[in-house]
């Protein structure tokens, strides 16, 4: 894995999305997250909506090495009312401790780096414990390469984000 960019914390305006959200078996992730993002850019496109930036998933509750509520989004420039499956949200605004990585197969090692790195400097995140596993107000894994149309998975590169405690 290469981190691009150091880990830093940094503030962030709150952004709409809309997104998929449930609960998948945390063995499945990137088929679910590659399934869900094909099925909201369809979405999107059949509402007429254009991504107002990345793509991401984000994870409600985590449950590592059994499940994650989990969510796919896509920003947009305003929120509409949804339907059954898509539904309108927010990444809500304030503190991030956040780096970019590259490669597929390193969200594993990108978020352990940045987990390390605020243990170190004192960073608590905004975060409980839920009965399912670790809940967070916002934890976030923004595609900054388009995930669908860039077969070169080794360039991939992805900004990991976690929601500091105010």
Known sequence: MQVTTA???ESRAEQPYMGIRLWIPSKDL??????LLKELSRWMTS?????????????HVINMGTEFEL??????????????RVKPSFIPAG??????YTG???AYKGN?????WARENGVAWDRWDDPRGDAFRC????YLSDRLTDPDKATWRTNVAIKVMD
């Open 30 to 35: 990137s088929t679910w997250t590659t399934k």
């Open 71 to 84: 969510e796919v989004g896509i920003p947009v420039a305003t929120a509409v009312s949804g339907d059954d």
């Open 104 to 106: 597929r197969n390193n």
């Open 95 to 100: 503190r991030y401790a956040n780096l970019t």
């Open 47 to 59: 509402a007429g909506l254009l991504a107002g930036g990345p793509a991401f998933h984000r994870f």
């Open 112 to 116: 352990k780096t940045l987990v390390e």
């Open 7 to 9: 880990p830093s914390v």
């Open 139 to 142: 934890r976030y894994e923004s």
